[in-house]
């Protein structure tokens, strides 16, 4: 039987509709830990446009065929033949019910792709290619059926059994058997196909659209953990009103379900009505969960939701067409997050994760347009690149044609295509139709891959009161597009007075100013815009709120960035200009050989961000943070690992000691002394406390450490109980081994719990940690079968410099042993970790060659995932 193993290229340019279609699945699912059987019965109709006796394509993997009928009559040996992903069934003429056998064993399944256990709970991940792991099928998303599945199990150990739609019938059977019968009226793709069962613990609610349905909302986990559900259906009903208010879409099925499993390879998946959720991005309680896990819960439970228009009910033809979905479906949980918390905060977020992960990507082995022209396996294909900024370009769209004609356009999207496979140009041509607008250069950023940059030349001429600003873009080479076009950029920017005023802004050939702030539109290589009518030479804020993900190049003085960063209206670009200050310092540190020292500039800036601290905490706790590690390496055409690590560590030290008086008093401030509150307003409290306990503790005193340790002692929340072990582990204190003990001890029972102590241990900022995580290999806890303990020891070392990129190599071996080892488990995560390894162009020759050697290891063996075989092969092109 085909395994899955071949390692062709798939391209975009080649899709073909299929020969047949499948109207309905029938399942009949017999579920045993080590032979589940699945009896199937597909209803196919030809293709109208296909010739009569075309072949059925069926994939299918890591199953045992057992048998085949079409409509009842057994089929001959030679009907069925292998291909290299499946099966061809020969001589079909006009279609029929062909009812199919065959066995999978779920208990060594530890890919985790198909239907596996977790902890004794029987569940399914069918996206990219998992239900070809179930059934023989045409697993491909631009086949759509209606769904009706059988499921029979154990009473004793399967008290609940669950798939997509409603529930129809359910009764018992002889041997402490019983079964349900589950039916999806909406046709899907099979990536969007579940099933779970298992002794699961029930939090229910109801949510009323506001057509007057009410909807049952029920969310499953194991027993122990059911009270940490609650954060995740609170966030629910909240990303159910959302989007009826802010996009006219309601809910469709009386049920609407969410199940954790603790085991699982990414944060959650949108199966039609029923949602699997890893418990990282499920569960939250205060005293289990930080502020940030509570945030990360209400995104993916929202993105989840919004799933249901936005890739179920319409989807994806291709898996080319990937950010139809994701980009979309990213911009809008952005936008509900915005809404429930501050818009400036997760913008800074957002822009942060980009650049740390998807600007790298960009420049790296694996880049890739939004919407990729071809691959090798389509799980490494779920990036940021497709994600983050496919829903950059969701949000440029947004701009550009502005909110009003973006609804309309969302509108006409459904209007159009509910019900429908479709493609990203499907999107666009939408977009276009409702506003007007010509999207032609536009469509670019769909094709193009690589990080755009803009270049500003300004110029002020005091005699006529003009000001111009001069613009080139240009986007660097990437992997296998040596070639590249100008965008069409949306630059929002406003200019300000000397004193900080926003000024009023008339472009040439314009007779009256038009507001203080404007979206310019960038086509050409070389744009000039003048604006009139200045008495004095501005300051010019540009690219507002990050309005399009590319990198900008201005020259600015340091008075000028210190009065954006006091007073620009955008908070963004405030939260900017500190960053750049900061930058600039630290760059010259690493030039010098790896010494920075805090100028006055940086130090009033901290001052001012500080002082304003009471309006915004929230914001402030990200104005006081130094750009990172990956960041600064990306601002030279080479990384100097000690150059870089060495600035950050000696500027990080020099702000602690000459701020010491203002992180003391910060943390007095806003250090709530009464019982713990949820609300937007503490958590911004504790944001910014907990970043001034982190600042003074960079280059400790005695009292900065009392503090960390009192606030150990007493938090009644993991927000405030984490962040004071995070400082005693900074602070390299005696008191931090104990400390950690402590944490360990108390939460050894919570899974997630202990993984921020993996996470935290791994992440510390000095060459030791590898003697650490080589000793934590071996703790007890630590297991390669859980995806989430992986990342959070081995994940977490493979980004934190310091260890990774030791001079000597053995960070880069560590961690390609683990690949290895992970790999005939599980390639999704084994391909995951690859990815660091892969992106060793920027580093120096020494490194480059020690990341190289490391990768061809992982090449020479002859049974090496596609999954990782992609990204070996690709990174050493
Ligand atoms: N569609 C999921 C999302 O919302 C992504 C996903 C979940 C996934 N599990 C997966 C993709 C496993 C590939 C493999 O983003
Ligand atoms: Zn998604």
């Known amino acids: 039987m085909a395994d899955g193993s071949t390692r062709s290229i798939i391209r975009r340019e080649d899709y073909r509709e299929p020969d047949w279609w499948t109207r309905q699945i029938e399942l009949d699912v017999d579920l045993k830990p080590l032979e589940t059987t699945v009896v199937s019965r597909l209803t196919l109709e030809r293709n109208v446009k296909s010739p009569a006796g075309a072949d059925l394509l069926l994939d299918g993997e890591a199953m045992t065929f057992v048998s085949a009928s079409l409509d009842g009559v057994p089929l001959d040996p030679q009907q069925v033949e292998r291909t290299a992903t499946g099966i061809a069934v020969k001589g079909m003429r006009d279609g029929g019910v062909l009812e199919i056998t065959q066995r999978c064993d779920p208990r060594n399944n530890t890919a985790l792709s198909g239907l596996y256990l977790s902890n004794g709970i029987f569940c399914t991940q069918c996206e990219a290619e998992g239900f070809r792991r179930i059934a023989f099928s045409q697993d491909r998303p631009d086949v759509m059926s209606t769904y009706r599945v059988r499921i029979t199990g154990d009473r004793k150990s399967c008290p609940v059994m669950l798939s997509n739609g409603n529930p129809v019938e359910q009764g018992d059977l002889p041997d402490g058997r019983h079964y349900a019968v589950w039916e999806d009226p909406f046709p899907k793709p099979s990536y969007l196909f579940a099933l779970v069962a298992g002794d699961l613990g029930l939090l229910q609610d109801s949510f009323t659209t506001r057509s007057g349905r009410v909807v049952d909302l029920r969310i499953y986990s194991e027993h122990a953990v059911i009270d940490q559900c609650r954060h995740a259906m609170e966030s629910l009903k909240k990303s159910m009103k959302w989007d009826e208010e802010a996009y006219g879409l309601e809910y469709d099925l009386d049920l609407f379900m969410i199940v954790a499993v603790s085991h699982f390879n990414m944060g959650a998946m949108e199966n039609k009505g029923l949602n699997i959720f890893n418990t990282s991005a499920t569960l939250a309680r205060a005293d289990t969960a930080t502020d940030a896990d509570f945030m990360q819960v209400e995104r993916i439970v929202a993105h989840e939701y919004f799933h249901n228009w936005t890739g179920n009910r319409v989807t994806c033809r291709d898996w080319f067409q990937l950010t139809l979905k994701e980009g979309l479906t990213v911009f809008r949980d952005q936008q509900f997050t915005a809404d429930m918390h501050s818009a400036a905060v997760k913008r800074i977020g957002d822009v942060q994760l980009l650049r740390e992960g998807q600007f790298p990507e960009d420049a790296g082995p694996m880049s890739h347009p939004i919407r990729p022209d071809s691959y090798v396996e389509i799980n490494n294909f779920y990036t940021r690149t497709v994600y983050e900024k496919g829903a950059e370009v969701i949000r440029m769209i947004h701009t550009l044609i502005g909110p009003k004609a973006y609804r309309a356009g969302i509108d006409l999207y459904f209007e159009r295509h ?387 990129h030791r001079a000597d190599g053995a960070g880069y071996r560590f961690v390609m042993d683990r690949i290895l080892e992970v790999d005939p488990k599980n390639p999704q995560v084994a391909s995951r970790l690859m990815r660091p390894l892969g992106r060793f162009k920027p580093y120096d020759e020494r490194r480059r060659a020690l990341m190289r050697a490391e990768l061809e290891r992982a090449l020479a063996r002859p049974d090496l995932s596609r999954d990782c075989y992609e990204v070996a092969s690709k990174s050493l092109e």
């Open 418 to 804: 509910d019900g429908q496979a479709v493609t990203c140009e499907d999107f666009v041509r939408a977009m276009e139709d409702a506003s007007g607008r010509d999207l032609g250069q536009f469509r670019r950023w769909y094709s193009q891959a690589g990080t755009p940059e803009l270049s500003v030349e300004r110029s002020f001429d005091p005699r006529s009161g003009s000001y111009a600003l001069e613009i080139t873009q240009g986007t660097p080479p990437t992997a296998g597009q040596p070639d590249k076009l100008p965008l069409h950029v949306p630059l929002r920017l406003g200019l300000l007075s000397r004193d900080g005023r926003p000024l009023p802004l008339m472009l040439e050939g314009e007779n009256e100013p038009q507001g203080t702030e404007r979206v310019l539109e960038l086509t050409g290589e070389r744009q000039r815009f003048v604006f009139k009518g200045l008495n004095s030479e501005p300051v010019p804020s540009l690219l507002r709120n990050f309005s399009a993900p590319v990198r900008l190049k201005l020259d600015y003085a340091d008075d000028e960035l210190a009065l954006l960063l006091g007073q620009d209206e955008d908070a963004f670009n405030r939260w900017e200009a500190g960053q750049q200050l900061a930058m600039r310092l630290i760059l010259r540190g690493v030039d010098a050989g790896g010494h920075a020292e805090a100028s006055d500039a940086l130090l009033a800036a901290f001052r001012k961000v500080l002082a304003d601290a009471p309006a915004d905490p929230a914001f402030a706790a990200r104005a006081v943070q130094l750009p990172s590690f990956t960041y600064v390496g990306q601002q030279r055409p080479v990384i100097d690992v000690e150059g870089i690590t060495g600035a950050l560590r000696s500027l990080q030290r020099g702000l602690s000691t000459a701020l010491r008086e203002d992180w003391a008093a910060t943390y007095e401030h806003f250090h709530d002394i009464g019982p713990f509150a949820a609300d937007n307003g503490a958590a911004g409290r504790r944001a910014i406390k907990n970043q001034a306990l982190f600042w003074s503790v960079q280059a400790p005193d005695a009292a900065a450490i009392a503090r960390a340790q009192r606030q150990f002692e007493r938090a009644d929340n993991m927000t405030d109980s984490f962040a004071a072990l995070r400082a005693l582990v900074e602070s390299r204190d005696p008191s931090a081994a104990s400390a950690l003990g402590t944490f360990y001890a108390r939460w050894q029972n919570e899974p997630l719990v202990v993984n921020k102590w993996f996470a935290l241990q791994a992440s510390a900022d000095d060459e030791g940690v590898l003697a650490t995580v080589e000793r934590l290999l071996h703790h007890p806890a630590f297991t390669l079968g859980n995806p989430n303990r992986v990342y959070s020891l081995v994940g977490v070392f493979a980004n934190n410099p310091a260890g990774f």
